[in-house]
């Protein structure tokens, strides 16, 4: 399981970093991701570890953004720079391997102009 927290109510040109946190180990997951969906808009791909090597970023946040993981801690980041309220959207995280797929509950980032 996966929870993740560290969201909140910024202004913009803040900064805000979210973690997430596996309740077991994450060797078993090689890729792990940021989601976030906005009020009325679908769910997007913010950024992601692929295979524990590989980072992509969406073309919205790249940039501003670095996704990191912690295999010792069992726990992904999101450092979010730069933010804008269009960023503003409730984010998860995600982990996945093999047949295996977890997500977070999500957490809140309100951007203030």
């Known amino acids: 399981q996966l929870q993740a927290f560290g969201g909140g109510m910024v202004q913009a040109g803040g900064s805000l970093t979210l973690s997430c946190a596996a309740s077991g180990s994450m060797h078993s997951l090689p890729t792990v991701a940021w989601h976030r969906q906005a009020p009325g808009k679908q769910r997007e791909l913010v950024a992601s570890?692929?295979?524990?090597?590989?980072?992509n970023y969406g073309d919205s946040v790249k940039g501003r953004f670095i996704i990191s993981r912690d295999d010792a801690k069992n726990t992904l980041e999101l450092q979010m720079n730069s933010l804008t309220p269009e960023d503003t959207a409730i984010y998860y995280c995600?982990?996945?391997?093999?047949?295996?797929?977890?997500w977070g509950q999500g957490t809140q980032v309100t951007v203030s102009s």
């Open positions: 995600n982990a996945q391997g093999g047949n295996l797929m977890y």
């Open positions: 570890i692929i295979s524990g090597k590989i980072i």
